[in-house]
């Protein structure tokens, strides 16, 4: 079984710019959680998707959004990009239905987003 | 809102020297989950716990949840160069349907 894909997995923007990630999670999920991770703060919350539905945010700046199409793929974006916005982008997918938090969570490679 | 406090950021180890990492939220949880990060890598799952007082085995790595679901921590014993890595615990809340991650533990293995 194949597992979640994130593309591109390296980006450089520039300030003020948007950008658009992608994430294809294991067939069969229809979750997809979407991560910051920066040295020093871990792994960030930023929003969790289920059949279409944002389902869960973190605190986040508007300035971050996503979306899921019908065949669970997922997209987030983040418009006027910041210095601080340079992080990577860590994508995972679950079995994951109702409010229970039991199951385990399959991680994209991520995608590095530089921006100078 | 919920926050989930993992300890130490970092650890220096000498191989063969045991190593523990500890989670601690301010909520209780309803489950905890552990994921190692190797360097370059993506989280990888290795474990949850779902009940009180719980403790798991996988070969030299021991998990245990405490009895009021609002601790856990990671034991290695015998640490080899393979255990590099990060290990970060995500405790989730059936209140908020999120798992949190605590800041990850950096372990670092001399041969």
């Known amino acids: 079984k194949a597992g979640v894909t994130q593309t591109p997995r390296y980006l450089i923007k520039t300030r003020g710019q948007q950008v658009t990630l992608s994430c294809s999670p294991i067939s069969g999920h229809r979750s997809v959680s979407w991560y910051q991770q920066t040295p020093g703060q871990g792994l960030q919350f930023l929003f969790e998707?289920?059949?279409?539905?944002?389902?869960n945010k973190g605190n986040f700046p508007g300035r971050f959004s996503g979306r899921q199409f019908s065949n669970s793929r997922s997209e987030m974006n983040v418009s006027t990009l910041e210095l601080g916005d340079s992080a990577l982008y860590l994508c995972?997918?679950?079995?994951?239905?109702?409010?229970?938090?039991?199951?385990?969570?399959?991680f994209g490679p991520g995608t590095r987003l530089t921006v100078t | 809102g919920q926050q989930v406090m993992q300890i130490p950021q970092y650890q220096h180890v000498q191989e063969g020297e045991d190593f523990t990492t500890y989670c601690n939220s301010s909520?209780?949880?309803?489950?905890i989950q552990w994921y190692k990060q190797r360097p370059g890598g993506h989280p990888v799952f290795l474990i949850q716990l779902v009940k009180s007082g719980e403790v798991k085995k996988q070969k030299r790595l021991t998990f245990q949840f405490g009895e009021a679901k609002k601790n856990s921590s990671l034991h290695i014993t015998a640490t080899q160069t393979t255990d590099v890595g990060t290990y970060f615990c995500a405790g989730g809340s059936s209140n908020t349907g999120k798992l949190i991650f605590g800041q990850g533990t950096t372990l670092q293995v001399k041969p």
């Open positions: 909520t209780t949880l309803s489950n």
């Open positions: 998707y289920f059949s279409e539905t944002q389902r």
């Open positions: 995972a997918s679950s079995f994951r239905t109702g409010r229970s938090m039991s199951y385990e969570q399959y």
